[in-house]
C-alpha cells in the first residue's frame, strides 16, 4: 500500500496517473506522499466508489483495489 508519508518512485507515477486523470492538483510531481497526493487519492476514490466517504478507513491510501482500478485506466 502507498499511504502518507510515504517516499519513492512509485508515489510519482501515481502523482502522474492522477494528474492525468485529474485528480492531482499540485504544480510539481514528487517522490512524497504528501497531503496533495492524499487529497487527490480520496478524490479518485469517492468517484470510483472505492469508499463511501472520506473518514473510511482506507480513505486516502492506496489499496489493492484502489490500486487495480488506477491499472484499469493505463
Known amino acids: 500500500d502507498l ?5 519513492g518512485e ?3 507515477v501515481l502523482q502522474t496517473l492522477l494528474k492525468k486523470l ?3 492538483k499540485g504544480v510539481f510531481l514528487t517522490e512524497f506522499y504528501g497531503e496533495q497526493t492524499e487529497t487527490a487519492v480520496r478524490a479518485f476514490q469517492l468517484a470510483n466508489r472505492l469508499i463511501q466517504s472520506e473518514s473510511d ?3 486516502g491510501v492506496v489499496d489493492e483495489m484502489t490500486r487495480l482500478v488506477l491499472n484499469s485506466l493505463l
Do not use: T
Open 57 to 59: 478507513s482506507n480513505a
Open 3 to 7: 499511504l502518507l508519508g510515504d517516499r
Open 22 to 24: 485529474g485528480f492531482f
Open 10 to 12: 512509485d508515489v510519482k
